[in-house]
């Protein structure tokens, strides 16, 4: 059929419904996890799982692509789980979801693209490492007393560490063999077959929480719906729709080069809303793009919808029928596939060309990495952009030039490189010479722009200068919305429109 040729390409089936198990398996501890950790049931995170992800491969814009219930937005959500509860939680989650439809419907994923590359490189090495971190919760089980967690030790430890061991060598080595099984659920399947054949006595699944449970319900969130409501829940669900669109977009943008296509922003945005507007009437916590699913996915040559769309329903399946099958997988499996999840995602040729970028760029990319792992990923972005920012606008300030020369009829011309803008409006200031200068000075913008307020004030203050000593100013090679930004510069500004030529304002209407 045409249309579902278009939508779902040219797949392989076998590979992406297998693709599809492998990465359901790894939803499972990851949304038990962090449902404990926003401090809700287990059941809360795995319906969060299984509607984003079914949501999002469905209608989003990246095949590919695996959401679900992720550690960064469960730690925003403990506060105010523990203040208001789980129904303000569901409430918020809906309000996130609306946001984040109004961001992709004003198309505000584009801005993406602003991200620097050592922020990406950075944002992709710190969440390696929070991911690689977050595994060691899976060596704790509850004391003896009950009193909390406690580190496993002895002859338990060493048999974990030996599975995990086991789960990432075969992992490792299975596709050098062959490519049609995915070799991270081929290990899954081979530590489990193992453990239960010898009964080893190791941690499971079963030991983290039940998954078993029914459909999930709908229901609106039991809150009042007046502005105290509102007031409390919109700030969290601002902070959430932030951070879920950042980290969905960041990821969107690593499986676009992993998989050398292009995914679109916007879309995602709108199908991430309206997954967690879902997620919120049917009792989930939310959720966004997963970097290490997403990686396990696509290792596994999955490309198309069909994966993300059979690990939802996998995940479902867990939740109504498999429950008991799924509980006794050795949690050492998951751990393992998501430390060589861990190993394939830390850039490690950032190390090689730390010393080969300017130092700036390998400032901004350790300072990301560092920030990840101690706040999270919107407080890393949001302070990498701002420095890469900061250093691009210095840089740019220190570069503008101004090449001099008097023409045969006396008249002095100053050719003007680099941009207009409050930083270089300084240094573009000390480059003229009003009480030295003949009577008619031409400032030729051929090779500048005037970017914003500062520059039209910096004109201004030339102008006066000029002016105050009987001197004329005519500028040169205006752009047209350069000319439209000088319209009310003043009587003694001459914008020679003869000799300009036309600039075209790009626009990108893409994604």
Known sequence: MPIFKKYFGSPNYRLEVLAGLTVALALVPEAVAFAFVAGVEPLVGLYAAFIVCFITSVFGGRPGMISGATGALAVVMVSLVAEHGVSYLFATVILMGILQMLMGFLKLGKFIRLVPEPVIFGFVNGLAIVIFLAQFSQFKVPSVDGSGMEWIWGYELFLMAGLILLTMIITYALPKFTKKFPS????????????????????????????????????????????????????????????????????????????????????ECVAQGAANVVTGFFGGMGGCAMIGQSIINVSSGARTRISGIAAALFLLFFVLFGAQLIEQVPVAALVGVMFMVCIGTFEWTSFKILHRIPKSDALILILVSVLTVVFDLAVAVIAGVILASLVFAWQSAIRIRARKFIDNDGVKHYEIWGPLFFASVARFLEKFDPSGDPKVVVIDFKESRIVDHSGIEALQKITDRYLKVEKKVRLKHLSADCRRLLANAGPMIEVNVDEDPHYGVVTDKLG
Do not use: H, M
């Not at 081979?190 to 006595?201: E, H, K, M």
């Not at 007046?226 to 700030?235: D, M, R, S």
């Not at 879920?244 to 499986?255: A, H, P, Q």
């Open 184 to 267: 991270s659920l081929a290990a899954i399947l081979i530590v489990s077959s193992i453990s239960l054949l010898f009964n080893l006595p190791t941690k499971t699944v079963g030991d983290l929480a039940s998954i078993s449970g029914g459909l999930p319900s709908f229901a609106f969130p039991s809150v009042p719906w007046n502005l105290e409501t509102l007031e409390i829940i919109f700030p969290y669900a601002l902070i959430l729709a932030g951070i879920g669109l950042i980290e969905s977009l960041l990821t969107l943008t690593l499986v676009d080069e992993l998989t050398e296509t292009r995914g679109q922003g916007n879309r």
